[in-house]
């Protein structure tokens, strides 16, 4: 069974930045698209940004645009830069990966059939 592992999380000052990391456990792992989603407490999960198997295309959500980079390490390792947060990015960061099949409708969860267990990113301000 392969599974998805984010790092990388803590705590951080508003205004400053962090990388995210997800790596899969299988070396052969491959994928139509990567994700990260975040949940905060009492909040519904929340879409953040995709990267296509290629690493070529990429979409944000409107919230993290210009903050927020998603990246291509390898095929089983996506990595998320994010600048400028404040202490509404306090939530639990969700790597997401859809080996299944294309994805259509990025923003929706149910598009990703393999989950990472999730990292805490805690801004203090």
């Known amino acids: 069974q392969v599974q998805l592992r984010e790092s990388g999380g803590g705590l951080v000052q508003a205004g400053g930045s962090l990388s995210l990391s997800c790596t899969a456990s299988?070396?052969?792992?491959?994928?139509?698209?990567m994700a990260w989603f975040r949940q905060a407490p009492g909040k519904e999960r929340e879409f953040l940004a995709t990267?296509?198997?290629?690493?070529?295309?990429t979409y944000y959500a409107d919230s993290v645009k210009g903050r927020f980079t998603i990246s291509l390490i390898d095929t089983k390792t996506v990595a998320l830069r994010m600048n400028s947060l404040t202490p509404e990015d306090t939530a639990v960061y969700y790597c997401a990966a859809a080996t299944l099949a294309v994805v259509t409708s990025p923003e929706i969860a149910d598009e990703y059939d393999l989950w990472g267990q999730g990292t805490q990113v805690t801004v203090s301000s």
């Open positions: 299988d070396r052969t792992f491959k994928s139509y698209a």
């Open positions: 990267i296509s198997w290629s690493g070529i295309n």
